[in-house]
């Protein structure tokens, strides 16, 4: 155990977390808003985050073409909001062929919750393939050729070919705050703020709530269950779609596995918040973060995601219904 | 590569009717198992084929397709010169990975018409099936598994045409001392077999110079705690034991954190996947040693005609691995048994340099090259050979 590595550079691991914590906490909204109206767990969010981060980088391709370059935040904002556009629409648009494709026919016909998990996690395995299975895809319908610099290399690491050179914006305690670093993490709350005034302050919120309390009352009341579940869908994917543009800014490579490990980080954030809560996914994402890069110095790289695991257990033992605790349909209205 | 597919459900259909066969109590029925060949063939000229184990998919599915490109190549030249007695190769895909590997081992012992196997690919799959391969007695060639425990688990049948890692980090040691100059080297490996020996093994021989050292995992993005640890430890150098992605996502975290030090990794992160993942700009001036030379001028030239992709890391080691099972079959060698005779004792020149073993299965001379990346491309044609 090295305690003095974590507290010789303490805000520097600290930092680091909050970038990665902030991504987490935007996922997490996914899978804490439809566990708010369907009491179900959507495993197959993380690939909505996934294609995001493809819709990312090809915008770059589409733009930019596929030359290597190094720019600075500021060159490459126009495309970069650009691509926010995109993979929020991409991923938004994944949400709801997921709603429409996995979760409708079941909860039409009243199918059990765990029909519904399954349902997700062949959905999730689905997508994913999909996205590696890309070059054979295109190259059935001959697109191979023209498309190559989307498809090739499709199970491999692809990478962003504008590679975004952060820049310090501001120094805390020896650490550098990049520029990337603050951008990810003011969007981040930015987006927070506007979903969760969406959720307590407009008619659609009210819906939302409304279907999360009682979704026979709300029926009866002229609510229509299957509009704002959609909304609900919806509203998740457009945040993992910006959720994926902060990744990529940060990390700059995607491959179609990615989601994997990203859907279970940011579903232990929302369980450690206090799932079905809004707030609660930003403060388990947040903390999530920063625990496990503390985790990271003290015992050692490869003991980070059992620091982040370990540390869900002892929540979940002292507060089973995670820090928070408060389900997306008591929010005050 | 439906075909491949196909080919590979009905191996494993037989491979499981062969289980239940063997398990109905049909002793003594071994003989017909290590002849390769199947005794299908008229006047010794069976349907022999050479297996590839390796990554062919998968994260790191360009090394193994440099592999099998090799492998492909070796066969052609010998069907060419053999008309009438073809040989077939059949791939194994196995992702790199030690746990889809032994799977594919079972199939591969199972199949009577292999005459040997060129792979595994990596050092985790080698560990996980050489165990498999030596007691069926099915001969191997690794191109590039480079642990060095491999050679010491007393497979008589495991061979490779590659330097191992103590060979490698060692000469990567040397050669940051001597040659770059540094003073003060992190290590970082991923926790696999083949990562942790390397950087094990450059431990043991930068001796003092290490600073610091840590482990991350395969897949892992977020590389900000490894950045922290290696700026505080006020190191000059940087080595990474493990593969090009997560090599690449390295080099460009520590670069964008401000580390100026000299970057290094091995063979595993030789490949210009690597450039691609940490940027031109954060590549630049990376160092990356691979027990692998450049090929000689005109074996890219054949590799291109013949598969139409150009040839990569390791393609020399797998064509030369191919061209020594074919020319045991050349020499009349069918049977396992006395195809793993005359590995043992090949002497000859490949296109990867003098290849010899010895007791252990253990390639007798090898150089360690210097790949640099240099104006943003990994110079593939011009490495330093440490001496």
């Not at chain 1, 805390?172 to 520029?179: A, E, L, M, N």
């Not at chain 2, 592999?67 to 791939?91: F, R, S």
Request: hydrophobic residues 45%.
């Amino acid at each position: 155990m090295h305690f003095d590595v974590l507290f010789n550079d303490f805000t520097a691991y600290t930092a680091g977390g909050l970038v990665y914590g902030a991504i987490y906490a935007l996922i997490a909204l996914g899978y804490t808003m439809v566990y708010g109206v369907l009491q179900l767990i959507n495993f197959a969010h993380s690939e909505v985050f996934m294609f995001g981060t493809y819709a990312m980088a090809w915008v770059f391709v589409l733009l930019h073409g596929t030359e290597q370059v190094q720019w600075g935040l500021g060159r490459a904002a126009p495309i970069l909001l650009v691509s926010l556009v995109a993979a929020m629409l991409v991923s938004g648009a994944v949400a709801l062929l997921l709603e429409r494709v996995a979760y409708r026919p079941l909860l039409k016909k009243g199918a059990p919750k765990l029909i519904c998990l399954i349902s997700a996690i062949g959905a999730s395995f689905a997508l994913s393939e999909a996205m590696g299975l890309r070059d054979r895809f295109a190259g059935w319908v001959g697109l191979d050729g023209k498309l190559d610099n989307y498809v090739s290399n499709a199970r491999n690491l692809y990478a962003n070919p504008v590679d975004i050179k952060p820049h310090t914006f501001f120094t805390v305690g020896g650490y550098h705050v990049s520029d990337i670093d603050v951008v990810i993490i003011v969007a981040a709350l930015l987006m927070m703020v506007a979903l969760v005034f969406f959720v307590d302050k407009t008619k659609f919120g009210r819906g939302i709530r409304a279907v999360a309390q009682d979704p026979e009352s709300a029926t009866l009341m002229g609510v229509n269950s299957t509009r704002v579940i959609q909304v609900t869908f919806l509203v998740g994917g457009l945040m993992a779609g910006a959720a994926a543009m902060l990744y990529m800014l940060k990390i700059g490579t995607t491959r179609p596995n990615i989601g994997f490990l990203f859907g279970v980080k940011a579903f232990t954030a929302a369980v450690m918040g206090g799932i079905g809560n809004l707030r609660g996914a930003l403060l388990g994402g947040l903390i999530l973060g920063v625990v496990e890069n503390w985790g990271s110095a003290v015992f050692g790289s490869d003991w980070k995601d059992v620091v982040s695991f370990v540390l869900l257990i002892l929540i979940l033992l002292v507060r089973p219904s995670g820090i928070l605790g408060e389900a997306l349909g008591k929010a005050r209205a | 590569m439906m075909g491949t597919k196909k080919t590979a459900r009905m191996l494993a259909v037989a491979g499981i009717a062969a289980l239940a066969l063997s398990a109905c109590g049909s002793s003594g029925n071994n003989a017909s198992d290590n002849t390769a060949g199947g005794g299908g063939g008229k006047g010794g000229c069976g349907n022999y084929s050479l297996a590839f184990m390796g990554a062919l998919t998968g994260d790191a599915g360009a090394l193994g397709v440099n592999m099998i490109n090799g492998v492909k190549l070796a066969v052609d030249e010998y069907n060419q010169k053999h008309a009438d007695c073809k040989v077939t190769v059949k791939d194994f895909d196995s992702q790199g990975s030690p746990d889809k590997a032994p799977a594919l081992a079972t199939q591969i012992v199972q199949d009577s018409s292999i005459a040997g196997l060129v792979g595994p690919g990596f050092s985790g799959e080698s560990n996980a099936t050489g165990k498999t391969f030596f007691e069926a007695g099915m001969p191997s060639i690794s191109p590039s598994a480079t642990d060095d425990g491999l050679t010491k688990q007393g497979w008589t049948t495991w061979h490779r045409v590659i330097g191992n890692n103590g060979a490698q980090a060692t000469a990567a040691a040397k050669y940051l001392k001597e040659t770059v100059g540094a003073k003060k080297v992190f290590v970082v490996d991923d926790a696999q077999d083949y990562s942790k020996g390397l950087a094990e093994a450059f431990k043991t021989a930068a001796g003092s110079m290490v600073v610091g050292s840590d482990q991350i995992q395969v897949g892992q993005t977020d590389m900000s705690a490894v950045v922290t640890q290696v700026k505080a430890s006020g190191a000059d150098a940087f080595y990474y034991g493990g593969y090009y992605a997560e090599a690449g996502l390295l080099a460009k975290q520590l670069r964008n954190a401000g580390f100026k030090g000299t970057f290094m990794s091995g063979d595993g992160a030789e490949d210009p996947a690597f450039v691609k993942a940490a940027g031109s700009a954060a590549a630049e001036g990376a160092l990356l040693t691979a027990p692998a030379g450049p090929a000689p001028a005109d074996f890219n030239s054949r590799v291109k005609a013949s598969t139409g992709a150009a040839a990569g890391l390791y393609t020399t080691q797998a064509y030369d691995a191919a061209n020594i099972f074919l020319a045991a079959l050349d020499a009349g060698k069918t049977s396992h048994q006395d195809i793993n005779s005359f590995i043992g004792s090949y002497t000859g020149d490949g296109v990867s340099g003098p290849i010899a073993f010895d007791q252990n299965g253990d390639i007798k001379q090898s150089t360690i090259w210097v790949y640099t990346v240099k104006n943003g491309q990994l110079d593939q044609e011009n490495p330093t050979a440490i001496k």
